[in-house]
């Protein structure tokens, strides 16, 4: 038997040993192990089955001759994840027991229920009406991965796929308005007692909310409200604005952000999934900072466990495919795997209740967004692949331009304050001087224009680490300066 086989033979022992049933995050630990593991020995096994049906491709970042690789591979993962986040419902949800005679005596059920979820000393399972909400995610997941692989499958315009995820979200939205429906958000302090005009700005947001509200309330017959219209404020407290349907128009945004912010920041061996494994330790950092913490508010606690069920296992089976995408790579993810990590962290978001710290730490792929936006909008031109080009006399990586045919004023401006700021290289007509081509807008191919020509894999370590050290940064921020920004932090520990 080989140490291979011995090596994961022990840690299918291990796993299974650890499983418990009042002890979700050792159970957790234990099924990402299995995740890892399944998906490690799938993948090698499905590679020539994927290939002969087509999915398969060339990678051109490396010298001749380039052998094809097997694509999509992300699927193997994604499926992988969905199963165990069946296989887990038992360990993390409690069942209470219904007698013939409670059948029609509510009193009854609710005693029942009420005692046996009390009937385990220290009990750290879920009640089961939180069912709810993880089925549906696990159902916006099923449907983020369908869609992935419909566009792997039939290569999907980016015009028509950008706004698919919405439509997988929809499961989620649902269940989040019938169970929780909070729509109010926490105003910064210095809004309404350091901005002059603060509290006329509230409540003239609060008029224009309240019409928006009316309007889709008198079409559709549903109340997005959760602030009654007389809520006062009161001067200890932090002051709340009640967004209504404009929340699940913002919850709906991030499930589309989520998932194409992950697929724009790629073209590079791992760095897909390697910016989603280190996007999940992020996530895991902030949830431990609560689930370890004395004084947490029990909705916190359990927000923050939500959050942790979800990123756990996903980060077992995406460091399996990561073995296998890293360079120099021997499968492709696809856009499946993308949108599957990207709906992940959308999820923990909203279900986790936080949403606006989901923005904070996807930072880097925001200020990638916002950086692509000339060439995604067209106010220059922007090829269908933005890859770093590979440079077969030195195996380095170099930034990839863009060529320009016609330079209008209001982009010959962009380009020339991008470049004052070093945030652009310019090529340029040695007889006219005029620009005639920029490095292409993302993170990547500015990393290469900073740090110069790197190795793929320094540079895909590079990008996930300067990810790494922006997350654990916003973390700091989100409770240091968030408490003093809104006026409370859930956790102890935090500035006030």
């Given at each position: ?13 291990l796993a299974i040993s650890i499983i418990a049933p009042n002890k979700p995050l050792q159970t957790l630990l234990a099924f990402s192990i299995l995740g890892y593991l399944i998906t490690v020995s799938l993948i090698p096994k499905l590679m020539a089955s994927f290939m002969k049906i087509g999915l398969k491709g060339k ?438």
């Amino acid at each position: 038997m080989s140490m291979s086989r011995v090596i994961k033979g022990s840690l299918v022992v291990l796993a299974i040993s650890i499983i418990a049933p009042n002890k979700p995050l050792q159970t957790l630990l234990a099924f990402s192990i299995l995740g890892y593991l399944i998906t490690v020995s799938l993948i090698p096994k499905l590679m020539a089955s994927f290939m002969k049906i087509g999915l398969k491709g060339k990678d051109l970042s490396k010298p001749p001759p380039v052998t094809e690789i097997a694509e999509s591979m992300g699927i193997v993962s994604s499926v992988t994840y969905l199963f165990l986040m069946f296989g887990l419902i038992p360990f993390i949800f409690f069942k209470y027991l219904v007698t013939f005679t409670a059948l029609s005596n509510d009193s009854v059920i609710s005693d029942n229920y009420t005692d046996q979820y009390s009937s385990l000393s220290n009990n750290k399972l879920f009640p089961h009406n939180k069912l709810s909400e993880y089925l549906s995610a696990v159902l916006c997941l099923q449907s983020t991965v369908l869609l992935g692989l419909f566009d792997d499958l039939f290569d999907i315009r980016w015009r028509h796929k950008f706004f698919l995820p919405a439509v997988a979200s929809l499961p989620l939205l649902i269940v989040y308005y019938v169970d929780f429906s909070v729509t109010s958000i926490v105003v910064p302090k210095f809004v309404t007692d350091l901005l002059p005009g603060g509290d006329l700005l509230l409540e003239l947001l609060n008029q224009v909310i309240r019409l928006g509200n009316h309007l889709v309330t008198k079409i559709t017959g549903l109340s997005f409200s959760t602030l009654p219209n007389d809520y006062e404020y009161s001067h200890d407290q932090p002051k709340l604005l009640d967004l209504g349907i404009f929340y699940y128009v913002y919850m709906s945004a991030i499930s589309i952000f989520s998932p194409n912010s992950i697929n724009i920041l790629a073209g590079i061996n791992g760095l897909e999934v390697g910016q989603s494994i280190i996007l999940g330790i992020i996530f895991l950092i902030n949830d431990f900072c609560y689930l370890l913490s004395p004084g947490v508010p029990q909705a916190a606690h359990d927000s923050h466990l939500f959050s942790a069920i979800f990123i756990i296992p996903f980060i077992g089976v995406s460091i399996a495919l990561f073995q296998f995408n890293f360079f120099p790579a021997r499968v492709f993810v696809g856009d499946t795997y993308c949108y599957f990590s990207g709906m992940v962290f959308a999820i923990v978001g909203i279900l986790g209740h936080f949403s606006k710290t989901l923005l904070i730490f996807l930072l880097p792929q925001i200020i990638n967004f916002v950086y692509s936006v000339p060439q995604i909008f067209g106010l220059v031109p922007c090829p269908r692949h933005r890859l770093p080009k590979f440079n077969l006399s030195d195996g380095l990586m170099y930034p990839s331009f863009g060529q320009l045919k016609k330079l209008t004023p209001v982009s010959k401006a962009m380009l020339l304050v991008l470049e004052k700021f070093k945030l652009i290289k310019l090529t340029r007509d040695e007889k006219t001087n005029q620009i005639v081509a920029f490095s292409n807008m993302t993170i990547i191919n500015l990393t290469l224009v900073w740090f110069g020509p790197l190795r793929e894999d320094h540079l895909c370590v590079l990008i996930m680490t300067l990810q790494l050290l922006i997350g654990v940064s916003m973390i700091v921020v989100r409770h240091t300066v968030g408490p003093w920004l809104f006026g409370f932090d859930n956790l102890t520990w935090g500035v006030k």
